[in-house]
């Protein structure tokens, strides 16, 4: 988790959230909350007892210079060589907005905040290129759906310049990089597929209104937009993703 934002009430409320999300989409994995802003990371020793990681969502920028986002970083690099050596048993990594900008900014790519103060709240369609929609596993999770889904999201900052090693598999009308794959080993979304509707809109919705990033009108559409998301169905597709 790299959030400790009181909206979540800490790294263990969002790590509560994330780990009753993915139990009650799949009960049959064995889950583990790791805390990547106080906590410590696994070593790379370690990997081999793990079937991926995911980086979640957070209020904090990827460009603030912080500590823990250097070891996160550097974590993120170890994971990408481990999986380079061991292509037949790789230990994959899904990024969830933040998590997706800090992976493109780990591997040279450029984050910024979106033009004229703008904020993104809501859902937006996605619009999955054929290298993703075609995957089997993916067509698999997403089950009845097209090439096209509304994601949840949340972010005041996007990737502007992907990195050399990403592959953009999916935009929208608000972002160019909206999911960005690596080799196969490692997928990351601008969006948040692991939030529920009524969440994006109590939790997320309600800290956006109290901190005045968006206004009333703005909260409303994006939770008018949020309802068509598929939630349990974004969800089971980070599963199958990291498990494929």
């Known amino acids: ?3 400790d934002g009181e909206k979540w009430k800490g790294e263990a409320g969002i790590g509560k959230y994330f ?6 989409v799949d009960d049959s994995f064995e889950y583990e909350v790791i805390h990547g802003v106080t906590g410590s990371l696994p070593k790379i020793s370690q990997l081999p007892n793990y079937i991926g990681f995911v980086i979640s969502g957070s209020h904090h920028s990827v460009n603030d210079p912080y500590q823990w986002i250097m070891n996160l970083q550097n974590f993120i690099i170890q994971l990408d060589q481990y999986n380079k050596e061991n292509r037949n048993k790789p230990v994959r990594l899904f990024g969830i907005c933040y998590g997706h900008q800090l992976i493109a900014k780990t591997f040279g790519g450029v984050v910024q905040p979106i033009g004229d103060g703008k904020f993104i709240y809501g859902a937006e369609k996605v619009n ?8 089997v596993w993916f067509k698999q999770a997403l089950q009845y759906h097209s ?3 509304m994601v949840a999201q949340s972010h005041g900052e996007e990737v502007y310049t992907v990195p050399k090693n990403a592959i953009t598999v999916a935009s929208s009308t608000t972002c160019k990089a909206e999911a960005l794959l690596y080799d196969d080993h490692i997928l990351s979304f601008q ?3 692991e939030l529920e509707n009524e969440t994006l809109g109590r939790i997320i919705g309600g800290n956006l209104i109290r901190k005045k990033i968006i206004d009333r009108q703005a909260l409303e559409r994006g939770n008018g937009n949020a309802r068509m998301v598929p939630a349990d169905t974004l969800t089971g597709m980070v599963l199958a993703f990291l498990n494929h």
């Open 191 to 193: 969006g948040h597929p």
């Open 147 to 149: 090439s096209n889904i």
């Open 19 to 24: 780990l009753q999300r993915f139990q009650q």
């Open 1 to 3: 988790m790299t959030e």
């Open 128 to 135: 999955f290129t054929n290298k993703l929609s075609d995957e």
